[in-house]
């Protein structure tokens, strides 16, 4: 592998990890309006210091320099020189979208645009400049020790803290038996490839610089003649004599970039003290914490929890081990049952008929397990896309002026990896709908006898083989009343018309519909829950509303585990094998004559309860020749999709079956009303309807019809 490729590797992991990070400093950022909480600190600390240390590694100096200022906050915080106030969290989560617009600028090679950093720079001085009461200094200190109070689960807005109690540092513990901590003897022997990763030992030493006082010695016992000597290689190490009473944490954390591949020893330096002066005892009576310890695998410092990727999609997956494993073991299950088969090639005697059918079945079980456990390392927790919202429902709500507590559940809940990136903007847009149409002002709710503080829940859990998404708020409910009369007063449906409460909510998913009075930046315009419909039916799903007025709505939305491969229903028409999504099918009846009708002479109606369902005749619209023209000689499968409901007129239903989607359009060419093909085991190629494309081209080929005949 070339230098170059090197480079853009560990460019690549710089960037990811620095996304990791931002997302850490966010989610922790939003937990501390609940109460200060050292360990939430430190973890924004660490984040901030290893993002910094990182981009200054690689020469991205703009983030370097504005999340030192920001570092340097986030010090006084932790150390307790510094009450945490609402205004200081403000400036750092808009901090933290200026060290994410930097970092996505540099990842894309573009140049860094210092406008707006250069105005929160001035923020961040701002608030370093001011004073803080001794008095606050020392109320968030005592908070800051002891564990903060339980949140009941039910105010919970993020998933339960696991507030752990303050360590000691190394330092404190042998500065009481010995004498004031006074500096540090690090010896530091890196690995050779230390060059390699891009990592510059100066850089290092002028941060701890930083600290204090710093003095530099070189080992170069290791160094090969001039002959033997590689240049991208490291030979050396150093001993490092750091002077002032620093934190072990803060002297750890500045070796973060290279611990993990290097050798650091770290040996504090302790001043001498009445009670050690007395007593002649060896420094090997000190506690074991205060002894000398390798750090060869960085387990001196906690390392910030793992969050969401948030630099947007990406061609890479992490994938566990425990998936990897299994997959190498059903590999070596088929090369054995390969083998097993392999020999009836050679040689066929009819009494090996059993041994034959009992080596296909094995394959059948293989080929299926195999395919589950490719499908598995696809799946991504729901969670990654969740994580978005803390931060958005927090913004939203301070510029609507609402109180709204958020609750998150099933993110641990996994689906494809397409899906996820694909489903992420029309839930922002439920959200978003949901803060500024559903949930009411504080003073609002009160008048309606509610909590002035609404709930926004989001929901992910498994139904069947389809992941179901609740988006549920406690708000002011859906007002059919308005709905029906705006959509009366646009022309989208008759003035005597009779809809059903399903109906009247639907219409919200129509193109360019509204009932906000006012136009704002928020929602009004018209634009967002048709693109929300029209994207989840384009992955294979569909959404249901329910709402009671003055209680809240709830929106689900049904969508496949993966794209990849479909759970369908077989359908026969004629000699044609179709295959329809379970997901769009709402049942299948057997029609008689008293429950068909017509309008105009046209349109074929089938009377499903209380509803009239338009009939589409798929030989018809694909021109085949079906087994019988009768609808009572077939049966009807019911349809639903973009809210409508059909029924189709087949000849039989076969067996039910998962199958993998080819593309036609990639095949052939994209036809009207098909949304791929499968090969089914005898070879026979099956097309899979695309429902909501289907349902389209027969409303546009009746309208059409219908205009011809006026």
Not at 151 to 160: D, H, I
Not at 502 to 511: D, G, P, Q, R
Not at 579 to 589: C, D, G, M, N, Y
Request: one cysteine or more.
């Amino acid at each position: 592998m070339s230098i170059d490729s090197e480079m853009e590797e560990i460019l690549s992991l710089f960037f990811e990890e620095s996304f990791e990070g931002l997302d850490t400093m966010e989610s922790g950022l939003l937990t501390l309006e609940d109460g200060a909480d050292r360990e939430t600190i430190n973890n924004i600390f660490r984040a901030a210091h290893s993002i910094k240390g990182g981009a200054g590694t690689f020469g991205f100096m703009e983030i370097s320099e504005f999340t030192h200022s920001v570092e340097t906050l986030l010090d006084e915080m932790r150390n307790g020189a510094r009450a945490i106030t609402a205004d200081a969290l403000q400036v750092l989560l808009q901090s933290v979208d200026v060290i994410r617009e930097m970092t996505q600028s540099a990842q894309a090679k573009q140049p860094i645009v210092m406008t707006g950093p250069n105005a929160l720079s001035g923020e961040l001085a701002r608030i370093l400049a001011q004073r803080v009461a001794p008095s606050a200094v020392a109320d968030m200190s005592a908070a800051a020790s002891e564990a903060p109070p339980a949140v009941p689960a039910a105010q919970s807005t993020v998933a339960p803290r696991i507030v752990q109690p303050v360590k000691r540092d190394i330092a404190a513990v042998a500065a009481a038996l010995t004498g004031p901590l006074e500096g540090w003897r690090i010896v530091f022997a890196p690995d050779v490839s230390l060059f390699k990763t891009c990592n510059d030992p100066m850089r290092i030493f002028d941060e701890l610089a930083n600290l204090g006082p710093l003095e530099v010695t070189a080992n170069v016992d290791d160094v090969p003649n001039m002959s033997d000597l590689e240049p991208t290689q490291c030979f050396l190490s150093w001993t490092l004599l750091l002077r002032g009473a620093v934190e072990h944490a803060r002297v750890a954390e500045v070796f973060d970039w290279v611990d993990a591949s290097s050798k650091i020893t770290y040996e504090p330096i302790y001043g001498v003290s009445s009670s050690s002066a007395a007593t002649d005892g060896p420094a090997a009576d000190l506690p074991q914490s205060a002894a000398p310890r390798s750090a060869g695998a960085s387990d001196l410092h906690a390392a910030p929890p793992s969050a969401a990727k948030s630099g947007g999609e990406s061609g890479s997956l992490r994938v566990a081990t425990e998936k990897v494993d299994a997959l190498i073991n059903l590999v070596g299950e088929l090369v054995i049952t390969q083998s097993m088969l392999g020999r009836f090639a050679e040689k066929y005697e009819p009494e090996d008929i059993e041994a034959l059918r009992r080596s296909l079945a094995q394959l059948t079980r293989n080929t299926r397990e195999l395919q589950e456990s490719v499908m598995q390392i696809r799946m991504l927790p729901i969670g990654f896309s969740f994580n978005r919202f803390p931060r958005l429902v927090h913004d939203l709500s301070r510029k609507l002026g609402k109180k709204v507590e958020l609750k998150l559940s099933g993110e641990n809940t996994e689906l494809d990896k397409t899906v996820l990136e694909k489903i992420g903007d029309p839930l922002v847009h439920l959200v978003r709908n949901a803060l500024d149409h559903g949930l009411e002002a504080p003073a609002q709710r009160v008048a309606a006898g509610k909590s002035e503080t609404g709930t926004l829940e989001l929901n992910a859990f498994h139904e069947g083989g389809s992941i179901i998404i609740e988006v549920k708020d406690d708000g002011a409910g859906l007002n059919k009343e308005r709905i029906l009369a705006k959509a009366r007063e646009r022309g989208l449906v008759d003035s005597d018309a009779m809809l059903s409460d399903e109906h009247i909510y639907n219409l919200i998913f129509v193109a360019g519909f509204s009932t906000a009075d006012t136009v704002s930046d928020v929602s009004g315009r018209g634009v967002g829950m048709d693109v929300v419909r029209r994207n989840i039916n384009d992955l294979g799903g569909h959404v249901q509303i329910f709402s009671v007025q003055g209680q809240g709505s709830t929106i689900r939305i049904r969508l496949p585990l993966t794209l990849a491969i479909l759970e369908g229903q077989v359908l026969r028409v004629g000699k044609e094998i179709y295959v329809a999504s379970l997901v769009s099918i709402i049942e299948t009846v057997q029609s008689t004559r008293d429950n068909l009708s017509c309008v105009a002479g046209r349109t074929e109606l089938f009377k499903h309860r209380a509803d009239y369902l338009p009939i589409i005749r798929l030989h018809e619209l694909f021109g085949i020749e079906p087994d019988s023209r009768e609808i009572s000689d077939g049966l009807l499968v019911v349809l639903e999709a973009d809210g409508r409901r059909v029924a189709m007129l087949v000849d039989e239903l076969l067996a039910q079956q998962q199958v993998v989607i080819k593309s036609l359009e990639t095949n052939f060419k994209q036809v009207p009303g098909l949304a791929g093909a499968t090969i089914h085991g005898d070879g026979t190629v099956a097309l899979i309807l695309d429902v909501p494309g289907l349902i389209r081209t027969f409303l546009e080929r009746q309208s059409t019809q219908m205009g011809r005949a006026a």
